[in-house]
């Protein structure tokens, strides 16, 4: 079965920085463009940092960059300077190999880490 799983999320006072990761279960990630997208209260799903399989990122929101490390076959999200509107569930997705950082373009998503800015 094919899951994408999403850590690291939680509470972190306004300017501060968070480390989100990507794992994925039943397949490897190699092969695979993943997108991290977020989703706050009353808000559409929109993206935040996308990166392909060849390590080209796309930084939607600049303060948020996408990484990965193929050898633990693991995916970040470094966020930084962060916000209390950057506050929202964030989800990690994946498509074969081009990252677009649209949400229709992805075939598999997690379930998504909470992310709180307050202070």
């Known amino acids: 079965q094919v899951q994408l799983v999403e850590s690291g999320g939680g509470l972190v006072q306004p300017g501060g920085s968070l480390r989100l990761s990507c794992d994925a279960s039943?397949?490897?990630?190699?092969?695979?463009?993943i997108g991290w997208f977020r989703q706050a209260p009353g808000k559409e799903r929109e993206g935040v940092s996308c990166?392909?399989?060849?390590d080209g990122s796309t930084s939607v929101k600049g303060r948020f960059t996408a990484s990965r490390d193929n050898a633990k076959d693991t995916v970040y999200l470094q966020m930084n300077s962060l916000k209390p509107e950057d506050t929202a569930v964030y989800y990690c997705?994946?498509?074969?190999?081009?990252?677009?950082?649209?949400?229709?373009?992805?075939?598999?998503w997690g379930q998504g880490t909470q992310v709180t800015v307050s202070s």
């Open positions: 997705a994946a498509r074969p190999r081009i990252a677009t950082c649209r949400i229709n373009d992805y075939d598999y």
């Open positions: 039943g397949f490897s990630l190699d092969y695979y463009a």
């Open positions: 990166i392909s399989s060849s």
